[in-house]
Antibody
Framework: EVQLLESGGGLVQPGGSLRLSCAGS????????MAWIRQAPGKGLEWVSR????????HYADSVKGRFTISRDNSKNSLYLQMNSLRAEDTAVYYC?????????????WGQGTLVTVSS | EVVMTQSPLSLPVTLGQPASISCTSS???????????LNWFHQRPGQSPRRLIY???NRDSGVPDRFSGSGSGTDFTLKISRVEAEDVGVYYC??????????FGQGTKLEIK
């Protein structure tokens, strides 16, 4: 059974940093691109970032470019999101999402999400 | 950036009746490989989204056959043949043809009348 388990969310002050983690299991983690998608309270879904299977290629939404860094450790079946210079508008539930690549595109499996709250 | 537009945004439906959601993209979602990169998701209150349909018309594993997806180019439709109570929530379309960024529709909230 495919599982994605996020951790690392919490309350942080504006300008602060937070690192999210996602542990994947039940599939060959190193063969799938992975992504982060977020959802602000009461709002829709927003794609945040994507990383290639080997970690070489990364992409970001304009809203987080230069502040967030996606990475992965395939030896640990783990995905990360380093979030710096956090703003109130970054407050959201952050989902770790598997990407099916050219076969089916994004979103066949989602984690349960981790809440990030940016507030003083 | 490809803009995704859903309608309606609110959809009250009687149990057992059909429902239909439209999604329009600002650019064609057909790839040169022949695949259509349009996915549909369902999010129940308090839960993570779940993918229902990939490549415009393929049901994901475990998705009831009352759900169907159709369309090509820039116009797509999600249909529910007979709405059940568990179908309430918000439905999103998403394009994966021209990225970054992947983009989602605004969401359609289905409720039972």
């Amino acid at each position: 059974e495919v599982q994605l388990l996020e951790s690392g969310g919490g309350l942080v002050q504006p300008g602060g940093s937070l690192r999210l983690s996602c542990a994947g299991s039940g599939f060959t983690f190193s063969t799938y691109p992975m992504a982060w998608i977020r959802q602000a309270p009461g709002k829709g879904l927003e794609w945040v970032s994507r990383i290639h299977e080997n970690g070489a290629n990364t992409h970001y939404a304009d809203s987080v470019k230069g502040r967030f860094t996606i990475s992965r450790d395939n030896s640990k079946n783990s995905l990360y999101l380093q979030m710096n210079s956090l703003r109130a508008e970054d407050t959201a539930v952050y989902y770790c999402v598997r990407d099916g690549g050219m076969a089916t595109s994004l979103g066949d499996y989602w984690g349960q999400g981790t809440l990030v709250t940016v507030s003083s | 950036e490809v803009v995704m537009t859903q309608s309606p945004l609110s959809l009250p439906v009687t149990l057992g009746q059909p429902a239909s959601i439209s999604c329009t993209s600002s650019q064609s979602l057909v790839h040169s490989n022949g695949k259509i990169y349009l996915n549909w998701f369902h999010q129940r209150p308090g839960q993570s989204p779940r993918r229902l349909i990939y490549n415009a018309s393929n049901r994901d594993s475990g998705v009831p056959d009352r759900f169907s997806g159709s369309g090509s180019g820039t116009d797509f439709t999600l249909k529910i043949s007979r709405v059940e109570a568990e179908d309430v929530g918000v439905y999103y379309c998403m394009q994966g043809r021209q990225w970054p960024p992947y983009t989602f529709g605004q969401g359609t909230k289905l409720e039972i009348k």
